[in-house]
């Protein structure tokens, strides 16, 4: 039987492949997976426990905070407090960045986190994610503003996420690939399960609430019914998949090939989705694996931030599929 790779020794190994590196990512990565084997470990229990349920309380989206939400974003604060690497947390459940105290300024780093995507699967058992996504800052300074924390997505030095479903999940990339590792329970670590992911340059899947449908622009309209058309040709119709969770929805296609979609509606134009810690982190990721982010007009990961909770509409997946949905919304512009 052939030795597994753990997420430590391919880190490790990694680190020493790279010219310079000095074992930073390294030890930030482990301490990102730490929290993702606590927030598994709590999900397993979660039906035996009081977390289920709302805690009554409205984060800074507007949104019912979970009982969960709040457990998976105070696990990543816990993993970090000692971790003098990283400065600064981003969360979607806080309104303002999290200053670590340990790191006294000196950390060169910030995480910027979705601690528990996919909310609405809570209670029935349906899948769930984290997102990631590390950032370096310019210099020492304390407290880190905001305004040095409004980076671009192609600034990224590594991003990834966690998919809590079957078996517990990792994919990441520093930007030289896409790595899986799947969390062997018993043994409490992750292992590497799936190297240098690819995404197919065309898929039949596209993922949509499709429910907001009336909400949407004539251009996204159109290039829906352009995926039901029935055209053998071509290989349409694409098969609808949508499961709640953005990070499942994204895995799958990863793996399939096609698109997901969030797009901006007629009184919401900048959609749903965050840009620095859902948006842009799975599109580096995806693009890594050979497949494209876009918001409809532009790639997602060359929007520069106004702001930390910045919500951007997205299209994310295969090459063909996302170019594809580009045309419909960049006609519709122009009309």
């Keep these: 039987m052939t030795p ?17 590196a000095t074992g930073e990512f390294s030890r930030i990565m482990l301490q990102i997976a730490l929290g993702g084997k606590l927030i598994a470990r709590d999900l397993r229990k ?5 977390l289920l349920g709302s805690t009554g309380l409205t984060n800074v989206q507007g949104e019912e905070v979970q009982k969960l939400d709040e457990r998976a974003n105070q696990i990543f604060l816990e993993v970090f407090e000692h971790q003098e690497l990283v400065s600064t947390l981003v969360s979607e459940e806080m309104e303002k960045p999290y200053l670590i105290k340990e790191a006294n300024g000196k950390g060169k780093y910030a995480v910027f986190l979705d601690p528990l995507d996919g909310s609405s699967n809570i209670d029935v058992n349906a899948p769930l994610g984290s997102i990631f996504s590390i950032h370096r800052l310019p210099g020492e300074g304390f407290p880190v503003s905001e305004e040095v924390l409004r980076k671009k997505g192609c600034e990224q030095v590594a991003a990834g ?54 909400k949407w622009s004539s251009g996204t309209k159109k290039f829906l019914h352009h995926l039901q058309e029935l055209d053998s040709q071509t290989g349409r119709p694409y098969s609808s998949r949508y499961s709640g969770c953005f990070v499942a929805d994204v895995h799958r296609v ?28 799975l599109s580096f990721l995806v693009e890594q694996a050979g497949g494209l982010g876009s918001t409809g007009v532009a790639p997602v990961n060359q929007v520069t931030p106004q702001a930390l909770h910045q919500r951007v509409p997205l299209y994310i997946g295969s090459q063909d599929d996302v170019r594809k949905a580009e045309e419909f919304l960049q006609s519709e512009s122009m009309t």
């Design 254 to 281: 990863l793996c399939k090939g096609g698109l997901y979609m969030y797009p901006g509606e007629q009184k919401k134009p900048d959609g749903k989705l965050r840009l620095m810690y859902e948006a842009a982190p």
């Design 161 to 214: 996420y966690f998919l809590y479903g079957a078996s517990v999940l990792l994919v990441y990339t520093c930007g030289h690939g896409v790595q899986q590792f799947t969390l062997d329970q018993e043994a409490g670590e992750f292992f590497l399960s799936a190297n240098n992911l690819h995404i197919p340059k065309r898929g039949k899947i596209y993922s949509v609430n499709e429910g907001n449908h009336q």
């Design 4 to 20: 597994r790779l753990s997420l430590p020794t391919h880190t490790f190994r990694e680190q020493g492949s790279i010219p310079g």
């Design 46 to 50: 979660a039906g035996l426990g009081q």
